[in-house]
């Protein structure tokens, strides 16, 4: 049995994230983390992932030498095209999108809130052309999940009010990170699971929103599949 305390804490996040996608569902993959979420899905699911820049079923990244310049992710990365994918322009892209068609987006964060409010796309500092599709896929996916380290430089990110620029007025419906599952719900943030190894005291100490939680909070199963 795989060790999963000494697994990658990126790993750790996608794995979990895999385990919340349905099979034959459409699902939009964000640069980063999110990438990785299809290397722990099966082929026989029937998943197409699709990218903003307007490729609906796309595989893993090739073999070297057998790339495509003109065959890419959102992000610039090389990627290969399963059997029935379909290459279509931007603007039908983003119609699946804002037209409700997407099952499920998983996005990186910046920062989400104690109501679930994602800040993705600008970083303090540092120049950004703009937020890209991130503003219609968290207001357009029928379910949208974070998928992101629990903080950065020692600092939370889950908290309890954005100070960045939020994306969307729509609040997320998961968030997954290598330390918990948290759900947004009406009466707060609620803890689902923690991290392999972890203690609710550790998530609790690491995390500046305030939690909600039962009495026995499960720890994440990853070895269990979708």
């Excluded at 073999?63 to 994918?85: C, I, K, N, Q």
């Excluded at 603007?91 to 910046?110: E, K, Q």
């Excluded at 903080?151 to 960045?164: F, H, M, Q």
């Amino acid at each position: 049995m795989r060790d999963f305390e000494t697994m990658d804490p990126k790993e750790i996040i996608a794995r979990r994230v895999s385990l919340e996608i349905r099979p034959k569902s459409l699902v939009n993959l964000g640069i980063g983390i999110p990438t990785l979420v299809s290397d722990h899905l099966d082929e026989s699911l029937g998943v197409f992932f699709q990218a903003e820049n307007g490729v609906v079923g796309m595989g893993h990244r090739p073999p070297e030498g057998m790339t495509d310049r003109h065959l890419t992710d959102a992000g610039g990365t090389f990627v290969s095209a399963v059997p029935g994918a379909s290459i279509i322009d931007s603007a039908f892209s983003f119609g699946l999108i804002r037209g409700g068609h997407l099952d499920l987006t998983v996005l990186g964060g910046l920062q989400v809130d104690a109501k679930g409010h994602l800040a993705n796309w600008m970083i303090p500092g540092k120049f950004v052309p703009g937020m890209g599709g991130a503003m219609d896929l968290v207001t357009g996916a029928k379910k949208v999940i974070v998928a992101m380290i629990h903080s950065a430089k020692g600092t939370s990110k889950i908290v309890p009010e954005c100070t960045l620029p939020v994306t969307s007025q729509r609040c997320v419906d998961l968030i997954v990170t290598e330390l918990a599952v948290m759900q947004p719900r009406e009466d707060g943030l609620h803890l689902l699971e923690t991290g392999p190894g972890v203690s609710v005291e550790q998530v609790v100490a690491a995390t500046d929103a305030e939690l909600v939680m039962g009495d026995d909070v499960p720890e994440m199963d990853l070895s269990r599949t979708g």
